[in-house]
């Protein structure tokens, strides 16, 4: 009985001490440490999809200069006899 007494003293113990050292580095955390990461993570998101919707916009653009040079883009321009 006695080392289930002392167990969960020390648990609780354990607990409070994690919850003060949490809150104090919190504390002295900076506000914009944590806000920093995901803002970060959010630039790179925009980053790439900005990346990918210009990737996009050239292949279309090429995709068309193919059709128009192979007479595909229904002109009639090109067309082989």
Request: without cysteine; charged residues 25%.
């Amino acid at each position: 009985m006695r080392r289930l007494f002392w167990l969960a003293m020390g648990v609780t113990i354990g607990a409070l001490v994690v919850r003060k050292l949490s809150r104090a580095m919190e504390k002295l955390t900076p506000a914009g440490m944590a806000g920093g990461v995901a803002s970060a993570l959010r630039d790179l998101a925009d980053a790439i999809g900005d990346f990918s919707a210009d990737v996009r916009a050239a292949m279309s653009e090429r995709e068309a200069e193919l059709r128009r040079a192979s007479g595909l883009d229904g002109t009639g321009q090109n067309r082989p006899t």
